[in-house]
């Protein structure tokens, strides 16, 4: 890889990942994972630490549910904030690409928010990322087991509940939604999406597409919805009631996301040429994806 290019990787790194000490070492660069239940941690990181497992827990992800070592951190710190006596699943380090998680766990009074003008990711306050200045829309969410969810959103004209997760790079709708669009007859035809979870499962879903998810006053059109019988809906209760988790390839459709925690609001800038009730087209050409 030409220098240059391995410095824009690095770069782009940098702005989505955030600095985590741990035990007073580091700074180690942890993803955002706003559909994750706990903080993770990657053996790399432990062992370099020469921190040692000491228990298991359950981890679900999205294509499956597994059985994990875990470790405790003495003192986590970010953000200007410092956990202690942090319990957190341990993983190996590529199948995360990174060296950890920052899970609910770790979220739950601060914002996360995204600007995809500038690719870049932050975490804090909400009134050091300058409050809801400059927003356009601002949708009330619910607190379900950590999430935000929006549970008036519509898709194709179906009442869903939308899980916003910053860790899925697309975005995934359960069988009772499939079943649901496809009474209507608006699921189209269907390819395969392939991908992979923290664990390396691999998950292969039916990739459909919706022609308009409608959140707040914006409208997604075209959007690609891969659907399967993931572990993540069962763990929320949405087996039998259509639900969607909205992940970062519709994110990055506006300017800026910022999901508050604190207030459970969610917030989001339309691009400049766009007003809202405005409609953002979502092309998307391949019929085959890999991870």
Not at 32 to 41: E, L, N, P, R, S
Not at 186 to 208: C, K
Request: proline residues 3%.
């Amino acid at each position: 890889m030409p220098v240059d290019e391995l410095q824009l990787d690095r770069d782009r790194y940098e702005r989505l990942t955030v600095p985590v000490m741990i035990d007073g070492k580091g700074p180690f660069r942890f993803f955002i994972d706003t559909g994750a239940q706990a903080t993770v941690i990657t053996r790399r990181v432990t062992e370099a630490l020469e921190i040692e497992p000491n228990g298991e827990a359950m981890l679900v992800a999205m294509g499956s549910a597994r059985m994990v070592q875990t470790v405790e951190i003495d003192e986590l710190e970010f953000a200007d904030r410092v956990f202690s006596g942090l319990v957190t699943p341990l993983l190996d380090s590529h199948h995360i690409g990174a060296d950890g998680i920052l899970g609910l766990d770790s979220l739950q009074d601060l914002r996360v928010a995204m600007d995809f003008k500038e690719d870049r990711i932050a975490v804090a306050d909400a009134d050091a990322l300058g409050g809801n200045r400059g927003y356009d829309i601002v949708v009330r969410a619910r607190n379900k087991l950590g999430r935000m969810i929006i549970t008036d959103a519509e898709i194709d004209g179906i009442r869903t509940a939308v899980i916003l997760d910053t860790g899925a790079q697309y975005s995934f709708g359960n069988p009772a939604l499939l079943r649901r669009m496809m009474k209507r007859s608006r699921a189209g035809d269907r390819n395969e999406l392939v991908t992979s979870d923290v664990h390396g499962e691999m998950l292969r879903s039916d990739l459909a597409f919706a022609k308009e998810i409608i959140i707040g006053g914006a409208t997604i059109t075209n959007a690609t919805i891969g659907f399967a019988d993931s572990p993540a809906f069962k763990a929320l209760g949405y087996t039998d009631k259509p639900a969607l988790i909205l992940g970062m390839h519709n994110l990055a459709l506006f300017e800026r996301v910022a999901i508050d925690f604190s207030t459970q609001r969610v917030l989001f800038d339309l691009p400049r040429d766009a007003t809202p009730n405005s409609i953002l087209n979502r092309r998307f050409n391949a019929t085959r994806m890999g991870t």
